[in-house]
């Protein structure tokens, strides 16, 4: 580093200054952090997890740590209350630390005990979303989609038409066929779920069954497990092929759900206010107000350090 103004040696003022550890605020300083906390955890006996950079996992006969980091934050959790506060006490023997105590709010997400699991939220994070865009007055609707509106050739104001980059924004990308548009879909969950496939394994959670992918479509789901590549579908890269490839090996099912049983439909389609709650309540949203009447203590567990 250059000699910083007016701490210049007069007897050497050419030379520079050898850094014993990185500046904040240099672009190497993440890498350097992200190395020396690195360096610690894996000499205390973690392990880097493979599925997630961020996470370090320890294990010890039966007492288990999972240390995840943020940047500078740091989430921790363990099935041994005592022996949080002493990796606490040792990894403060090393780095400047804050200890928040039990977790409440971590990265937009609201973390709320209740008697049988924890529940997540992020309706402050939303909140906080329509504040910075200026809606948070607006009035809350029932469903997302209208279900009587069409869009017409000259409806709202031109250059483009108001209604239509209005649904565009909804549109995930451009397919020649419905069998074509699912498939795509099926690949896309196919991925993610095989990511978490892994973390789930290196947290010590073993899945008895292969996943199942419900889908709406036959053809699509046909064309999972059918090895013939049909003319219409050559055209389809080739990395979302090996959803096959896995159907194959018996690591994934992929089987028929009837449309109106579809529950990511209330996520893509306009549907009438009752089917989107019954569907809505089916994948798991729930009130929050309703949540919160049933908290009834803190996790002990689980810290958040700064």
Same mark, same amino acid.
């Given at each position: 580093m250059v000699q910083p103004p007016g701490f210049v040696d007069s007897n050497h003022p050419s030379h520079v200054c050898k850094l014993r550890?990185?500046? =904040?605020?240099?672009?190497?300083?993440?890498?350097?952090? =992200?190395?020396?906390?690195?360096s610690f955890l894996l000499s205390h006996g973690f392990v880097n997890a493979i599925s997630d950079a961020s996470?370090?996992?320890?294990?010890?006969?039966?007492?288990?740590? =999972?240390?995840? %980091?943020?940047?500078?934050?740091?989430?921790?959790?363990?099935?041994?209350?005592?022996? %949080?506060?002493?990796?606490?006490q040792l990894l403060a023997t090393r780095f400047s630390v804050k200890d928040l105590g039990s977790l409440h709010y971590f990265l937009g997400v609201e973390v709320l005990p209740t008697a049988t699991s924890l529940f997540l939220s992020q309706q402050k994070y939303i909140h906080d979303l329509l504040i910075n865009a200026k809606m948070d007055g607006a009035k809350a609707v029932s469903t997302p989609l209208s279900t009587t509106d069409s869009l017409m050739l000259h409806d709202g104001s031109p250059s483009p038409r108001m209604p239509h980059p209005t649904v565009v924004l909804l549109v995930r990308s451009v397919s020649r066929s419905s069998i074509e548009a699912e498939y795509r879909a099926i690949a896309t969950t196919t991925s993610e779920l095989t990511w978490i496939q892994s973390l789930l394994r290196e947290l010590g959670i073993p899945l008895p069954t292969p996943p199942v992918v419900s889908c709406d479509n036959i053809g699509a789901m046909f064309y999972c497990a059918n090895p013939v590549l049909h003319s219409r579908m050559k055209h389809i890269d080739i990395d979302f092929?090996?959803?096959?490839?896995?159907?194959?090996?018996?690591?994934?099912?992929?089987?028929? %759900?009837?449309?109106?049983?579809?529950?990511a439909d209330a996520l893509t389609k306009p549907l009438p206010r009752p089917h989107f709650h019954l569907l809505r309540s089916k994948i798991g949203v729930s009130d929050g107000a309703t949540v919160l009447r049933g908290r009834i203590r803190e996790s002990p567990t689980s810290k958040e350090i700064s």
């Open positions: 550890k990185s500046l =904040y605020g240099l672009k190497q300083a993440p890498r350097a952090w =992200y190395k020396e906390l690195h996470l370090f996992l320890f294990k010890n006969g039966t007492t288990v740590i =999972y240390f995840l %980091v943020y940047v500078d934050d740091f989430l921790i959790t363990c099935n041994n209350s005592t022996l %949080v506060a002493k990796f606490i092929q090996f959803v096959r490839d896995r159907v194959t090996r018996g690591l994934l099912q992929v089987s028929h %759900v009837s449309t109106t049983d579809q529950l």
